[in-house]
């Protein structure tokens, strides 16, 4: 069975950075492809960053340039490098083990970590 645990959300100022990460267990990590996705309140969930398994990307045009998605393979690890942060990035993020193909992400309905809070102040 699949578990994704998200950690590193807080609470940070405009134009800070936060790193968050994923723990992932119970998969053949290395095949997998992955993604990160917010939640603001009242809002639906929305795809920020997505990873395939060589290492392809894709991003979100609100956070293009200022967050950054890798995976470490030896560690099962999926992580998400937020700069730059405005307020607007705020909400619960989410971890997901999915499919990534022709250059788009595609969740998993089953496989999302439990989520972590991020606030941004203005």
């Known amino acids: 069975q699949v578990q994704l645990v998200e950690s590193g959300g807080g609470l940070v100022q405009a134009g800070g950075s936060l790193r968050l990460s994923c723990a992932v267990s119970?998969?053949?990590?290395?095949?997998?492809?992955f993604g990160w996705y917010r939640q603001a309140p009242g809002k639906q969930r929305m795809l920020v960053a997505g990873?395939?398994?060589?290492?392809?990307?894709i991003y979100a045009d609100s956070v293009k340039g200022r967050f950054t998605i890798s995976r470490d393979n030896a560690k099962n690890t999926v992580s998400l490098e937020m700069n730059s942060l405005k307020p607007e990035d705020t909400g619960v993020y989410y971890c997901?083990?999915?499919?990534?193909?022709?250059?788009?992400?595609?969740?998993?309905?089953?496989?999302w970590g439990q989520g972590t809070q991020v606030t941004v102040s203005s």
């Open positions: 997901n083990r999915g499919t990534y193909y022709m250059s788009d992400y595609y969740p998993s309905r089953d496989h």
């Open positions: 990873i395939g398994e060589h290492g392809s990307t």
């Open positions: 119970g998969s053949t990590f290395s095949i997998n492809a």
